[in-house]
T-cell receptor, first 112, second 111 residues
Framework: DVKVTQSSRYLVKRTGEKVFLECVQDMDHENMFWYRQDPGLGLRLIYFSYDVKMKEKGDIPEGYSVSREKKERFSLILESASTNQTSMYLC???????????FGPGTRLLVL | QKEVEQDPGPLSVPEGAIVSLNCTYSNSAFQYFMWYRQYSRKGPELLMYTYSSGNKEDGRFTAQVDKSSKYISLFIRDSQPSDSATYLCAMRGQGAQKLVFGQGTRLTINP
């Protein structure tokens, strides 16, 4: 079974803090994705990566950056957290051209 | 206008009812259509996958795609309380790596 794990289930941070969200997948998938999920807005793509050190902006990249130094790990970075970044963050992975994305359990981030 | 529209609900039905969930889309290039189920405080998991037009059945679940109308549906027969979840439609075009998701419909099946 594919397993996608995220470093934290719940996180509370203060405005202005630098926040790191980690995602690890164990199936050698090329593609990895970061989404945020908000009520009424569904899943919105922040960034995705199709290979090590490669990244592409999604629909809402502002205020975020990413890092993919190893194939199995994709990190989402909030350089200076703001209250409007309070959300559920979901990581997903898939093989290149794969028919489905496999999701992690999500990190619920609260920025105070 | 969003590329994919999905009524967010909430939708509440009695146990045993037939449930119909729908999405409309505007991009005629979409070829792959999926339904994800997301239980509370969990990540989405793939429920059904369909390529192009037609029907696909898996147990109590049936997915339909009508590309001429740009409309997809998920039917749940003999609905159970364990089917209570948020259902998200998703789709992508040929060769695309990114999925476009609907807002999700929150479904509750009442015993």
């Amino acid at each position: 079974d594919v397993k996608v794990t995220q470093s934290s289930r719940y996180l509370v941070k203060r405005t202005g803090e630098k926040v790191f969200l980690e995602c690890v997948q164990d199936m050698d998938h090329e593609n990895m994705f970061w989404y945020r999920q908000d009520p009424g807005l569904g899943l919105r793509l922040i960034y995705f990566s199709y290979d090590v050190k490669m990244k592409e902006k999604g629909d809402i990249p502002e205020g975020y950056s990413v890092s993919r130094e190893k194939k199995e790990r994709f990190s989402l970075i909030l350089e200076s957290a703001s209250t409007n970044q309070t959300s559920m963050y979901l990581c997903a992975s898939t093989i290149h051209g794969g028919e489905t994305q496999y999701f992690g359990p999500g990190t619920r981030l609260l920025v105070l | 206008q969003k590329e994919v529209e999905q009524d967010p609900g909430p939708l509440s039905v009695p146990e045993g009812a037939i449930v119909s969930l729908n999405c409309t889309y505007s991009n005629s290039a979409f070829q792959y259509f999926m339904w994800y189920r997301q239980y509370s405080r969990k990540g989405p998991e793939l429920l059904m996958y369909t390529y192009s037009s037609g029907n696909k059945e898996d147990g109590r679940f049936t997915a339909q795609v009508d590309k001429s109308s740009k409309y997809i549906s998920l039917f749940i027969r003999d609905s159970q309380p364990s089917d209570s979840a948020t259902y998200l439609c998703a789709m992508r075009g040929q060769g695309a790596q990114k999925l476009v998701f609907g807002q999700g419909t929150r479904l509750t099946i009442n015993p």
